[in-house]
């Protein structure tokens, strides 16, 4: 086979929403409630874009902008079974592939000028976006395809946890949100609700003298109780990772966040009701 032609693509919008980070993608869209705007550019709204209202779900191809400078790697580890074997490449969805592009089915829940409101999405804030295509249930949808190796998978390990929430950390969490802008809410959603306990894949760990666990988010850390018998998760409180020693006056802000964490420790924060 000769030298193929380079190919390159021109975005037609980008994705605007509150989740920035890697850490805060979803596994898959459909199981998550997060929404958002896709804005076209002014060139594709208008009569390209006439007749897509009445469609409840469109495929959007879309470049995983964060990822164009990781190496693709011919196996990878799925995130489920915590403990599973390597799979090929391209029997995977692994978001750092040969060229960063994604496929998504989101629902379609408004359009208004060059803007479609979408729902049930995995994609990040400043996601270019390559295409829009209607999803056609007749078409797209085949429930009962062999899936390959993902057969194999036990059930339980395909199953999402069940996660509950005390209101103090509703209010903590609301309270950081507030002054950081980071969601920590949304992100124990996602974290939690897919294998909780799997440390390999998230900054996680067994705190034996409460019985509880942790889970690492930046410089924050989350505690949480888990059932494993129940699959079910409680996060209880959120705590600052920094020692008093490093949020003294003059210690260096790495990360230009430690007013927030000084904040949070010297405030009462009321719970929700």
């Known amino acids: 086979m000769g030298e193929m032609q380079k190919i390159e693509f021109q975005p037609i919008?980008?994705?605007?929403?509150?989740?920035?980070?890697?850490?805060?993608?979803?596994?898959q869209g459909a199981f998550d409630g997060s929404d958002g705007v896709i804005e076209l550019l002014p060139a594709y709204g208008g009569d390209a874009v006439s007749d897509l209202a009445g469609f409840e779900r469109i495929w959007v191809i879309f470049c995983f902008h964060l990822n164009q400078k990781r190496a693709?790697?011919?196996?990878?580890?799925?995130p489920f079974p915590a403990d599973g074997p390597c799979r090929s490449l391209f029997a995977t969805r692994s978001p750092y592939r040969v060229n960063p592009v994604?496929?998504?089915?989101?629902?379609?829940?408004?359009?208004?000028?060059?803007?479609?409101k979408i729902a049930e999405m995995d994609m990040l804030d400043g996601t270019p976006v390559l295409d829009i295509k209607p999803y056609i249930p007749e078409a797209d949808a085949f429930p009962d395809s062999v899936a390959g190796w993902r057969m194999e998978v036990p059930e339980a390990g395909k199953i999402r946890w069940e996660v509950e929430y005390t209101s103090r950390f509703r209010a903590e969490a609301a309270f950081i949100f507030r002054r950081s802008g980071l969601d920590l809410l949304n992100f124990s959603a996602i974290h939690l609700a897919n294998e909780p306990l799997d440390a390999s894949r998230k900054r996680v760990k067994f705190l034996p003298e409460s019985g509880s666990w942790q889970?690492?988010?930046?410089?924050?850390?989350?505690?949480f109780h888990a059932d494993a018998e129940q699959r079910k998760i409680c996060a209880e409180k959120i705590q600052s990772n920094y020692t008093p020693e490093e949020l003294a006056p003059q210690a260096d802000d790495r990360y230009g966040d430690k007013d927030v964490h000084r904040e949070f420790l010297s405030c009462e924060i009321p719970s929700e009701n």
Do not use: Q
């Not at 693709?72 to 799925?78: F, Q």
């Open 13 to 27: 919008g980008v994705v605007r929403c509150a989740r920035k980070y890697r850490y805060e993608t979803p596994r």
């Open 102 to 116: 994604g496929l998504s089915c989101v629902r379609l829940t408004g359009i208004s000028g060059n803007r479609l």
């Open 72 to 78: 693709w790697k011919a196996k990878v580890r799925p």
């Open 215 to 223: 889970l690492g988010c930046r410089t924050w850390r989350i505690i």
